[in-house]
């Protein structure tokens, strides 16, 4: 199991590079090595592990977890895994439950909306190192993420409602100080 953590490490170390611009080395591998950690122990538990995408970003020792789950007790076991973690900062629990089911155009209308978003928000001045997900649920848009002001968090917010298919932004992105 360790080296699988030393593997997947060095694996996000490579492909996390941009988003990690504003961090130290050390940083760099502490934040890698907890991230490595807490999704280890997410994917462990049934519970929390089963029926729903999770999107999970560590800065300076803050974990963040992002998406929309079908049961609010998976948010909360999720959380209590992450803080379980050595080196965990902080949790910031972005995880909300989906309002209904929905239908095949809706699935097709949300990743419409997904994209879009996503590249509005890669085309924005944000800073360097912004690094923000973006997940879609019968028209709520999710940001989640870490940005540097509250200026920037304000920025993504507004730009995702500008999205015809948006109906709802949900902010949760992290200003980190």
Do not use: C
Request: glycine share 10%; charged share 25%.
């Amino acid at each position: 199991m360790r080296l699988f953590i030393y593997l997947f490490t060095a694996m996000m170390l490579v492909l996390a590079g941009p988003a990690m611009a504003d961090k130290t080395t050390g940083q760099m591998v502490d934040d890698s090595v907890i991230q490595a950690e807490v999704k280890a122990k997410i994917m462990s538990d049934d519970m929390v592990a089963g029926g729903w995408d999770i999107n999970l970003e560590t800065r300076k020792g803050v974990v963040q977890l992002g998406g929309f789950i079908d049961d609010p007790e998976q948010a909360k076991l999720a959380a209590e895994r992450a803080a379980s973690v050595k080196g965990v900062v902080a949790v910031d629990n972005q995880l909300h439950q989906k309002s209904a089911e929905r239908s095949a155009g809706q699935v097709v209308d949300d990743g419409i909306t997904t994209t879009r978003v996503k590249s509005a928000i890669g085309s924005a001045d944000l800073g360097k190192g912004v690094k923000i997900n973006v997940d879609t649920h019968n028209g709520v848009v999710l940001l989640t993420g870490f940005v540097d002001t509250a200026e920037d968090k304000a920025e993504a917010e507004a730009v995702a409602a500008k999205d015809a298919n948006t109906r709802k932004v949900i902010n949760g992105i992290y200003v980190l100080d």
